[in-house]
């Protein structure tokens, strides 16, 4: 910029503010207009707004307004006809009421006449019989026995005939079902029926082994002895060491140690000791593995421990020749089955029928029944007291309190008395044929007896002039509860009564 141009500028710069100065009380009053009328544009709009507020909140309410008084109206309605039925129904209850009250006076009028007619019956009854005990000369007590027995003498026959067809009936149906039941139970346990006797004796390839088995002086025999606590007997049996103990574990254990020694050869004390121990410590782990397999082959859980060691001391446990584990075993599969065939408790029922016979573990350590040490033993290990139930009337020795303690001793029935099962002294077969007929003899009216079926039936013929038909079923069911309490027998006998009636004449 030049020193010329600068007078230029600073004068167009002073009109510029001058102008600005005389300019800005304008401007403030146009902005000033224009904000008073804003102001009056939003007053007139708010305005507008409100009024149309009003107009819109006045017609809701008209609406509101009118809406409840038709509601009004509908209530007042309803209202008015529920009174009409309130009233209604009071008019029928009284009318009702009123029914009831005439009917109750009617009834009571009836009663009375009823119990006039009663007294006047009852007068008339004893005047009656007082003109029938004078012409008779009999009391009604006398009468009534007379017209009882002449009834029951007319009506002997039909009603014999009637009672017979009746159980015929029934025991043809149930011999039915209960014969299919017991078969398809049979039928889906098809055990073998080979048993595994436990032995008590050991043969000797050698005579001369049994002095090398006494030792000098007997210290050998003495030895064996003391350590399985069994009598040994080597001259009782050629060929044979026979061993003798009540206990069936140290009975096993002394068989087993005295086959180990006669193998190895090395018979001395030091070394029959050492052999006893070995052996002890197998038969407990037979024991237990025993107890463990019937439980899992059953299927069943939640037996103690020990309670399972005792069951598996049932495998060198004989009853009749059976071994009872095994015995056991069966009785439990065939438990379950007829359990599941009837709608019983099959767990129950498996498990009464497994530790019916748990007792004859240890009835040789403790006194008494082995159904009383069984129900003991089960108490102690905490066994379901319906378990208990099921096992305990096996024998008969406890009523039949639910079903599956029939089912239980119908299964032990049928693995007790199945062919091959069970093996039996010549001396004993024929003492219970004996007793058994014996028994029969001994009631009055009997002719013959005799025992068949390996003494599982008895036939037992009457005198027919002294045993009528009525006697005969009460003479089969005493003489069938006399050898229940007279005798111990596997299995069940059945009892026949045959009553022959003959008549003969001669034509000439």
Known sequence: MTSDSLPIVLAVLILGLAGGWLLRPRLLR?????????VRRFKEQAETEAKEIILKAKG??????????????????????????????ERHTEAQRGRLEREETELAQKISEAETLKEELAKTRGEELKRLETIAKISPEEAKVLILARIEKEQADDFERAVRKLEQQNLEDLERKARDILVTAIQRYGAANAVDVTTSAVSLPSEDLKGRIIGKEGRNIKALERATGCEVLVDDTPGAVVISSFDPLRREVARRALGRLLIDGRIQPARIEEVVEE????????????????????????????????????????????????HSIEAAHLAGMIA?????????????????????????????THVEIG??????????EAVIKAMQSHHEEYPFETPESIIVKVAESISAARPGARRDSVENYLRRLRDL????????????????????????????EQVDDFSAKKLARSIAEKIEQDLKYPGEIKVHVIRESRVVDFAR
Request: with cysteine; hydrophobic share 40%.
């Open 437 to 464: 007929e014996d028994i029969a003899l001994s009631f009055e009216g009997v002719e013959k007896v005799y025992a068949i079926q390996a003494g599982r039936e008895v036939r037992v013929f009457v005198t027919p």
């Open 340 to 368: 599941a065939e009837v709608g019983a408790n099959v767990v129950v029922a498996k498990k009464g029928a497994l530790l019916h016979d748990i007792g004859k573990a240890i009835d040789h350590e403790v006194e008494g």
């Open 30 to 38: 146009w902005q000033k207009d224009q904000a008073e009328h804003s």
């Open 279 to 326: 052996c002890k410590r197998e038969v407990e782990d037979i024991v237990r593995k025993s107890g463990e397999d019937a439980v899992q082959d059953i299927n069943i859980v939640g037996l103690d421990p020990r309670l399972i060691y005792l069951i598996g001391r049932l495998r060198f446990r004989t009853s009749f020749g059976q071994d009872v584990l095994q």
């Open 375 to 384: 129900r003991k033993l089960l108490a102690r290990f905490g066994v379901e």
């Open 60 to 89: 809701e309410a008209l609406q509101k307004f009118e809406e409840v008084k038709i509601e009004e109206r509908e209530r007042r309605k309803e209202l008015k006809q529920t009174e009409e039925r309130l009233a209604e129904r």
